[in-house]
């Protein structure tokens, strides 16, 4: 073969090679096939783009969390915009790859500030007067959401009318896009696989399913769409023992092939001392569940989550946490994911930007595989193997700074 020929190959089968991610230089944009799932940082509460394998996208909470205390973490990358505007921003970025960047979906798991934003006085009004921008509503006012999920939709009245400044400002949000946008809204319904599907070339990829695990107490049984209810009757019970917000949060499993990965909002699997059994939510989705490839801690690590029975039965090669309180994770929830006992094997755990006291309280967390930055798993077409690759969140470079795996799917 001629030289300029070769050439001319070996340039072609570079271009085919798909983009790797390489520390020091901007993580590889999105490519078809692959399922991305970025777990922002900011200092301010969860915010997860995914990107499915045939570009349909879905962001799962864009909290923006007021309190500032000693207890909580810096801002990232810094204070000069707020936590919406720049999860705004990565995901422009994150979705460059789009001639037009939309979110085809957006799940909120619950009603609470760090996953939806909440509203201060300083808190910017969107020019439609209908509701204040932070957060979510920041986020699906920048960029148009097709489906809005949510746990309550349309009466918000379980266990009780949820009428706190926050959760009304969400619900003026949907309700202003559902009149004039055509923003579609739905109550995210336990059991159901056909609420989040892929949009743009689905029988491409018949491997994938986004399976809602639980809500409200309602949790899916194994069998086709069945649930069952794990709350007693609230006339049965003391309002003292009535179902928290937590409690109360969405969960849901994502499957790309063998992969699979789990994400249950803030639920908890350590009753309160005193408190009634089923004030552990996370031991029935759990089993519901079964073991994942990887999973996003309950409740960001905090003491009443990651009950032995979830650390077992999940037993994720890969963990994720995202920060934003010196409690994220506490010192038994940091044990039991180490723990042999409760899984064998290996398994890595990474943080958004842990606080500097939780690196002198809790035993043998620099065993984390990293505690800052973005974190960002890329699934291999067809789900056999994954990635982790950690980007830079102190500027936005959108700079690789490390990279794990490939860990193949079991
Ligand atoms: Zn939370």
């Not at 939309?102 to 439609?128: C, I, N, R």
């Not at 620099?366 to 960002?376: N, P, Y």
Request: glycine share 10%; aromatic share 10%.
């Amino acid at each position: 073969m001629k030289r300029t020929g070769f050439l001319v190959l070996l340039a072609a089968a570079a271009l085919a090679a798909r983009a790797e991610d390489v520390a020091g230089r901007e993580i590889a944009p999105w490519q078809p096939g692959t399922l991305d799932i970025h777990q922002i940082s900011t200092g301010r509460g969860n915010a997860a783009l995914y990107i499915l394998p045939d570009g349909t996208t879905l962001l799962v909470d864009a909290g923006e969390q007021a309190r500032k205390t000693p207890r909580h973490t810096p801002d990232r990358p810094d204070g000069t915009r707020p936590a919406g505007e720049w999860i705004v921003r990565y995901l422009r970025h994150a979705l460059r790859h789009a001639p037009q960047p939309a979110l085809d979906y957006a799940l909120l798991t619950h009603f609470h500030g760090d996953h939806m934003g909440v509203v201060a006085e300083e808190t910017p009004a969107s020019p439609t007067g209908a509701y204040r921008l932070t957060g979510l509503t920041r986020a699906g006012e920048s960029l148009r959401i097709g489906k809005l999920l949510d746990r309550g939709w349309p009466d918000y009245s379980y266990p009780s009318p949820l009428e706190d400044s926050a959760t009304r400002n969400y619900r003026a949000f949907a309700k202003w896009q559902a009149e004039h946008k055509g923003l579609k809204v739905e109550r995210f319904t336990p059991g159901r696989n056909d609420q989040v599907v892929l949009l743009r070339a689905p029988e491409k990829y018949r491997n994938f399913e986004f399976r809602n695990i639980g809500a409200n107490g309602e949790i899916w049984t194994g069998v086709g769409t069945n649930t069952r209810h794990h709350f007693p009757a609230l006339e049965t019970i003391a309002r003292a023992d009535w179902p928290s917000e937590n409690m109360c949060s969405t969960s849901f499993r994502l499957s790309y092939g063998p992969f699979d990965y789990f994400n249950g909002g803030d639920i908890p699997g350590i009753p309160a001392e005193g408190s009634p059994d089923w004030h552990d939510v996370e031991t029935p989705v759990a089993k519901a569940v079964g073991p994942v490839e990887a999973a996003i801690l309950n409740h960001h690590g905090y003491i009443d989550s990651q009950n032995a029975f979830l650390v077992a039965t999940l037993r994720p090669r890969v963990w994720f946490l995202s920060v934003w309180d010196s409690g994220h994770p506490t010192g038994r929830v940091w044990q039991r994911l180490q723990s042999t006992r409760l899984y064998p094997g290996p398994r890595e755990v990474f943080a958004t930007d842990l606080h500097s006291a939780t690196r002198v309280v809790v035993n043998g967390i620099e065993k984390l595989a990293s505690d800052r930055g973005h974190i960002v798993l890329r699934v291999s077409p067809g789900g056999g193997e994954f990635r982790v690759v950690i980007v830079d969140d102190s500027s936005e470079s959108r700079r690789v700074t490390k990279v794990f795996g490939p860990y193949p799917s079991r």
